[in-house]
């Protein structure tokens, strides 16, 4: 299962990271907060289907007053501000510079788990973040100092995006894809109905098939492969994963915006490469009880957390429905994910 949860958060990244030169594109034809709006109702719309299908369950489960604080920040910082401050930090840099400072989000959902959402990082653990920003840093050699403005928006956005995933990784009640939903509905009606005022209500309406198309791969099903990764290797690996969106929105920066590649982004890239071979493959393993608990969340029937039966289903299949677990105290190697948020 962990296998698969890396291989998704990888292809989350990838579909991520191209969304910066392809919005860099579009971004020509829209102001910062239209194509902010667009491409988060482009995210709401993919998962459209599911979520009226999951309706009544999800609904129930979002009356738990414990989940609405942590829904509330999702929206706020993943929906709203986030995507934002990235499209005013891209419009004014180049794509390739936007796609190595976004690295900045490994740390602030780092430093963010750790002091505050209970995250664990052991030694193999942090070097493998240190790795990471080392990687950033070291790409950013080659960029000016007109960009800094720039750089301030891209941290900002990272900062927001840090807080949107690990109140994400914790969000046990609501599927992945409802969560997405609900994120791009008011993420797009904010930001759509602000830039439609500053544009004195004037749009490229030519443009707007792109915008969601970007929304639905790299906003829509990008967000749940990563929302499955963080709730099973936890957010600061999961968010590891999803950092090399840079690598891959530098290599679709080469070939549709036709900049250059240095010796640079290769040593950058190989850091990279190591920080998540140290983060990933870290664990630790102790006694601890997992307290009876109802929700619902990607899981399959092999990993002795999940009790409950399916007839005629593969104990190795993925699936994700509204399910109970009773309490049950045991030893095994684990990561900081949405079963094991216990205090050490």
């Given amino acids: 299962m962990k296998s698969v949860s890396i291989f998704l958060g990888l292809l989350a990244g990838l579909l991520f990271g191209v969304a910066t030169p392809l919005s860099k594109i579009v971004l020509l034809q829209f102001n910062s907060f239209q194509l902010a ?17 999951n309706r009544k369950i999800e609904i129930e489960a979002l009356r738990q007053s414990n989940k609405k604080k942590y829904l509330f920040g999702i929206i706020l910082f993943g929906g709203i501000l986030g995507p934002l401050f990235f499209m005013i930090g891209l419009k004014t840099a180049n794509a390739m510079s936007v796609s190595i400072w976004i690295n900045m989000e490994l740390a602030a959902t780092a430093v963010l788990g750790v002091l505050i959402f209970k995250d664990q990082l052991g030694r193999f653990a942090l070097l493998g973040v240190l790795l990471s920003l080392s990687a950033g840093v070291m790409a950013t050699f080659n960029e000016s100092a007109s960009g800094f403005v720039s750089g301030f928006f891209v941290l900002l956005a990272c900062i927001s995006w840090g807080f949107d995933n690990n109140l994400t990784s914790i969000l046990d009640g609501i599927s992945p894809q409802t969560i997405t939903f609900i994120k791009g509905v008011f993420g797009s009606i904010v930001n759509l109905t602000i830039g439609m005022f500053l544009s004195n209500f004037n749009i490229t309406w030519e443009y707007i098939p792109y915008a969601l198309l970007i929304g639905v791969f790299s906003y829509g099903i990008s967000i749940v ?14 968010q590891v994963l999803f950092c090399t969106a840079p690598f891959w929105g530098i290599l679709a920066s080469y070939f549709f915006l036709g900049e250059p590649i240095s010796i640079m982004i290769v040593v950058s890239f190989v850091l990279m490469v190591l920080s998540i071979i140290l983060t990933n493959f870290t664990y630790h393993e102790h006694e601890h009880t997992h307290q009876s608990i109802v929700h619902v969340h990607y899981h399959s029937h092999n990993e002795g957390h999940h009790e ?11 699936h994700s429905h509204l399910h109970e677990h009773t309490e049950i105290k045991h030893s095994h190697k684990h990561f900081p994910d949405i079963h094991h948020r216990h205090k050490h």
């Fill in 37 to 53: 709006g667009l491409l988060y109702l482009g995210a709401a719309l993919t998962f459209l289907p599911v979520t009226i299908k």
């Fill in 308 to 318: 409950h039966t399916h007839e005629g289903k593969a104990k190795d299949i993925k």
């Fill in 225 to 238: 492969l990563f929302v499955i990764t963080a709730q099973n290797l936890g957010a600061t690996r999961g």
